[in-house]
């Protein structure tokens, strides 16, 4: 089993910074990916960005040039820094790793951005 512990949230100013942390624990040995989720009110929850174990990231198009996910491999944690944040970045975030082909999730953080 592993367990997700996320941090980081809260609530900022448009054009502020964020940075969310998500800390995987268990019996745990090589994490495939880790990934940042978010889902807004009325919305479908989408992909923020994710990283594979050698440091492959991917981001949403609405994200690229802002947001910048990293990992520690030796910590089993994954982060979502964010700048330049946004009104429409308003939303629940969801960490998500697989482990042995099973995906997994936090229990998600809120970031609010006021305009």
């Known amino acids: 089993q592993v367990q997700l512990v996320e941090s980081g949230g809260g609530l900022v100013q448009a054009g502020g910074s964020l940075r969310l942390s998500c800390a995987a624990s268990?019996?745990?040995?090589?994490?495939?990916?880790m990934g940042w989720y978010r889902q807004a009110p009325g919305k479908q929850r989408e992909l923020v960005a994710e990283?594979?174990?050698?440091?492959?990231?991917k981001y949403a198009d609405s994200v690229k040039g802002r947001f910048t996910i990293s990992r520690d491999n030796a910590k089993n944690t994954v982060y979502l820094q964010m700048n330049s944040l946004k009104p429409e970045d308003t939303a629940v975030y969801y960490c998500?790793?697989?482990?042995?082909?099973?995906?997994?999730w936090g229990q998600g953080t809120q970031v609010t951005v006021s305009s």
């Open positions: 998500n790793v697989v482990y042995r082909l099973l995906s997994y």
């Open positions: 268990g019996k745990i040995f090589s994490i495939t990916a």
């Open positions: 990283i594979s174990r050698g440091g492959s990231t």
